[in-house]
């Protein structure tokens, strides 16, 4: 089981920027993959990013050039680095942690609000 913990939303107007941070309560390299979702108010939550074990990166379109997703091993911890950031950006923000097991279990964080402001 792995618990994770996201800060860093806010508040910001468009073109502004803003670091998420995501803490796993285990090592972050025991899982397949780790990544950010969003929910946006009336749609699905939909992928953001994600990294896996090996460090592939992965986007989803809307993002790529503007997002990044990394990670510290030591600390446990992934980042999204948010640049020029879009009202269409809006919305609450989860951490996503793939682990393997009998099964692979998906484990989510309480997710952090990010609003941009037109």
């Known amino acids: 089981q792995v618990q994770l913990v996201e800060s860093g939303g806010g508040l910001v107007q468009a073109g502004g920027s803003l670091r998420l941070s995501c803490v796993a309560s285990?090592?972050?390299?025991?899982?397949?993959?780790m990544g950010w979702y969003r929910q946006a108010p009336g749609k699905q939550r939909e992928l953001v990013a994600t990294?896996?074990?090996?460090?592939?990166?992965v986007y989803v379109s809307s993002v790529k050039g503007r997002f990044t997703i990394s990670r510290d091993s030591a600390k446990n911890t992934v980042y999204l680095q948010m640049n020029s950031l879009k009202p269409e950006d809006t919305g609450v923000y989860y951490c996503?942690?793939?682990?393997?097991?009998?099964?692979?279990?998906?484990?989510w964080g309480q997710g952090t609000q990010v609003t941009v402001s037109s």
């Open positions: 996503n942690a793939e682990i393997p097991g009998t099964l692979v279990y998906n484990y």
């Open positions: 285990r090592d972050i390299l025991s899982a397949n993959r």
């Open positions: 990294i896996t074990r090996g460090g592939t990166l």
